[in-house]
């Protein structure tokens, strides 16, 4: 850069024309670049130049006032629609900025590629609507308009019902698949719908012949369906009941709310699926009938099926008055035959008394004297007058029990005590049989409360029924324990056993029960056990492993406890 403006220096090496060999020196040319300088080059190259200085405002706003060159010494700018400029930053001989060349040329290329853009977007949207409505045309031919004609069948299907007509199918693709699968369905569906109606008419006919009056209400109560039978028993028609009465017109009032309940609680399956009530027919008559409800699964129908039993009702309730009739009759004729009982019993056993009495008298006193043949028939009358007057105490003592008469004197006993009086007394008819007892009885009392006469009895017969059915030399065993609030006893012999089946039969007054022939008995004396231990609160049972296996005898009865309070 000089004081009068840019200047152009161009420096080139002397040499030879071949260039080669060593410089001679340098030839240096320089030349103004000035607006004139710029504006013969531009004529010559038919291009617009212009020179530009560093503060110009047309220069880019990244190189006003610049002092060192850029990185980019060249820019091109869009500078409208029609021109596109160039600017070129020449630096002076210093390497800082200097003069800018500006170059303008015409956007004829752009222009050229925004036509054919242009031309190319319109030819390209007319082909695209033109493929789109080809497409959209064979849509129509091949597809939409067989799809719009299976959908019109299928619904003319739907709305006439017809499900055995078929849609029409054509040709071998998804659509005709499609038509086939349909068709298919429509068969199933058109079997489905006979074998319901096959069904529904089975039903009607079990509904309309079951013999009951069936009702199908829903859980508003209103009847649904309703077979003739329900016209048999309300005195309704038909029509006259489905759809229009409810099912709670034909219950009385009175079991009105037990039958309303009932329904609400039913579907929990708290209560039966059946009860008896009350119904009232059209004429105002009250009959008796059983419902017997069930429930659709799935549903809240629910289906009675009603038993008339008016006619069970009255019969019922006259052979209960009969009944009645007939047990007051019954018991009075118990009462007179019971009393009868106890006057022969009572007659007969007076005069038993004196025979055993004189017998005894003639037996003891009179012995001697006697020839052995009338002493040997008086000892046999004897035994059979005693027992005689045995089975007559039987016989009173079971009466009394039967009856409730029985008399106790309930005291404070050792059952300890008890139970060895009885062993006591009964011993020679052990010692006679050479039978030996062993007796385990605790060292302490077993308090009870008890009839000692009644007791000792019970106890003596189950002794006496242990040696009469126990072989000579047999093993007899009474054991008594504390068994909770109770005192447990048990007697047990080796003698011939019971059968299984005659364990509970051998307490039956006058049981036909097997036993040897050399044991005899009255045949109550276990039957009156029975009686008085149960009069005592307590229980009697029989034990054994069967025939020729011995048997046992268990007794328990209530303990008394410290205070002196029944268990």
């Known amino acids: 850069m000089l004081s009068e403006g840019p200047m152009m220096i161009s420096s080139q090496p002397i040499m030879r024309s071949e260039g080669e060999g ?20 531009a004529r010559t190259t038919n291009l617009s130049l212009s020179l530009l200085n560093m503060a110009s405002a047309e220069l880019p ?11 980019n010494p060249i820019v091109v700018r869009p500078a409208n629609e029609d021109i596109v400029s160039g600017y070129i930053l020449l630096s002076d001989i210093f390497g800082k900025p200097g003069p800018v060349i ?9 222009k050229q590629g925004l ?6 977007t319109a030819v390209s949207s007319i082909l695209l609507l033109l493929f789109g409505l080809c497409v959209y045309l064979l849509l129509q031919k091949f597809i939409l308009a067989r799809v719009d004609r299976l959908s019109k069948d299928v619904t003319e299907i739907g709305v006439r019902g017809r499900h055995s007509a078929h849609v029409r199918t054509s040709g071998n693709d998804e659509i005709s698949s499609l038509g086939a699968a349909i068709n298919e369905m429509l068969a199933a569906l058109n079997q489905s719908q006979e074998d319901l109606k096959k069904t529904a008419n089975e039903y009607r006919t079990i509904f309309e012949t079951t013999g009951a009056a069936t009702v199908v209400f829903g859980e508003d109560m209103v009847v649904i369906h309703a077979n003739h039978m329900v016209e048999t028993l309300s005195g309704y028609t038909k029509a006259e009941i489905e759809g229009r009465m409810k099912w709670t017109a034909f219950v009385s009032e009175d079991d009105l709310p037990r039958m309303l309940s009932y329904h609400k609680q039913r579907p929990s399956g708290n209560v039966p699926n059946k009860y008896e009530f009350k119904f009232v027919r059209r004429d105002g008559e009250v009959g008796y009938g059983i419902a017997h409800i069930a429930i659709v699964p799935g549903t809240t129908i629910r289906v009675a099926s009603i038993t008339d039993v008016t006619a069970m ?21 118990t009462r007179q035959k019971e009393k009868l009982m106890i006057n022969i019993t009572h007659e007969l056993r007076t005069p038993l008394v004196s025979i055993v009495g004189y017998l005894n008298h003639v037996l003891k006193d009179n012995v001697e004297s006697l020839p052995e043949a009338v002493k040997c028939s008086l000892e046999v009358v004897k035994r059979n007058a005693q027992r005689l007057v045995a089975l007559t105490d039987d016989l009173l003592d079971l009466r009394s029990i039967d009856s409730g008469m029985l008399k106790l004197d309930m005291r404070k006993l050792d059952l300890v005590e008890v139970i060895t009086l009885c062993i006591t007394e009964i011993k020679p008819f052990f010692e006679t049989r050479l039978q030996k007892v062993n007796v385990e009885l605790p060292p302490h009392p077993l308090m009870i409360l008890g009839d000692n006469i009644r007791l000792c009895q019970a106890f003596t017969n189950i002794l006496s029924n242990a040696s009469k059915f126990t072989p000579e030399s047999g093993v007899i065993t009474v054991k008594a324990i504390e068994d909770g609030d109770s005192i447990r006893t048990e007697i047990t ?8 089946e005659d364990l509970e039969r051998v307490f039956e007054p006058l049981a036909m ?25 307590g229980r009697i049972w029989a034990e054994s492993a069967g025939e020729g296996k011995g048997a046992k005898f268990v007794v328990k009865l209530p303990m008394l406890k410290l205070d002196g309070k029944e268990t």
Do not use: N
């Open 513 to 537: 029960i097997e036993k040897p022939t050399y044991v005899r008995g009255t045949g109550l004396g276990l039957s009156v056990t029975k009686g008085l231990v149960e009069a005592h609160g």
């Open 102 to 110: 500006k170059m303008d040329l015409p956007r004829a290329t752009y």
């Open 493 to 500: 012999d080796t003698g011939i056993g019971i059968r299984r």
């Open 61 to 71: 706003s990244e190189w006003i006032g610049a002092e060192v060159m850029p990185i």
């Open 313 to 333: 009702k009255k019969a019922e309730g006259i052979l209960k008055a009969y009944s009645a009739h007939l047990e007051e009759l019954v018991k009075e004729k």
């Open 22 to 41: 060593p410089v001679r020196g340098s030839l240096i040319f320089g030349s103004h670049f000035d607006t004139g300088a710029v504006s013969s080059i």
């Open 115 to 120: 036509s054919s853009t242009t031309y190319f």
